[in-house]
């Protein structure tokens, strides 16, 4: 009975001291993004349709952002887009 006793020990042991090593590693090794691409995304439409020619809104963002991407290929943006809106 006490070898069970032992053992769970042992893994409720190895579970925490792992658990805390990749809570330590998340935090220590997180990346931050960028505010830029995040306003970006908020200005788009987040349809994720792809008529952009990427696979989303966020990509297209970091593009936009980051590659010097031009910010008018997004249809449903440009189709809902009122004299107040743009």
Known sequence: MNAIWIAVAAVSLLGLAFGAILGYASRRFAVEDD???EKIDEILP???CGQCG???CRPYAEAISCNGE???R???RWRSCDAKNC
């Open 54 to 56: 990427y696979p989303g």
């Open 74 to 76: 997004c249809a449903p």
């Open 35 to 37: 505010p830029v691409v």
């Open 70 to 72: 031009k910010i008018n």
């Open 46 to 48: 987040q349809s994720q």
